[in-house]
C-alpha cells in the first residue's frame, strides 16, 4: 500500500502562512481524489480541500471556511500534494492529514496559529 506522510506544519502567527506538502511513497496517479482534512481537539475531522482528476483535467473544492486562503495543488512528478494556507486564523489550528481516495491516511501534522 502505498504510504503518505505530511510535512510543513508549526507554529505561525495570525495572518502568516505554511505550506504542507503530503509526499507518497509511490506514484498518486491511480488516486483521482487527493484531499486535505483537519482535526482540533475535541472536533470532528473535517474536509479541508480536495483536488479531484475527471475528464483528464483535475478539479478544487474547498471548504467555505478556507476559501480564498488555501490553495491545493498536485505535482505528479513529484507525488506530492501540497496545501498552501494564506492569512491563517487561530481558528486553522489543528492536525492537518492527507487523504488518498477517501481510505487512504497519512500521520498528519499539527498547525498552531497564535493570535
Known amino acids: 500500500q502505498v504510504q503518505l506522510v505530511e510535512s510543513g506544519g508549526g507554529l505561525v502567527q495570525a495572518g502568516g502562512s505554511l505550506r504542507l506538502t503530503c509526499s507518497a511513497s509511490?506514484?498518486?496517479?491511480?488516486?483521482?481524489?487527493m484531499a486535505w482534512y483537519r482535526q482540533a481537539p475535541g472536533k470532528q475531522r473535517e474536509l479541508v480541500a480536495q483536488?479531484?482528476?475527471?475528464?483528464?483535467?483535475?478539479?478544487?473544492d474547498y471548504s467555505e471556511f478556507v476559501k480564498g486562503r488555501f490553495t491545493i495543488s498536485r505535482a505528479y512528478p513529484k507525488n506530492t500534494v501540497d496545501l498552501q494556507m494564506n492569512n491563517l486564523k487561530p481558528e486553522d489550528a489543528a492536525v492537518y492529514y492527507c487523504?488518498?481516495?477517501?481510505?487512504?491516511w497519512g500521520q498528519g501534522t499539527q498547525v498552531t496559529v497564535s493570535s
Open positions: 487523504n488518498a481516495d477517501q481510505n487512504l
Open positions: 509511490d506514484t498518486i496517479f491511480t488516486y483521482n481524489d
Open positions: 483536488i479531484i482528476r475527471a475528464g483528464g483535467q483535475s478539479y478544487t
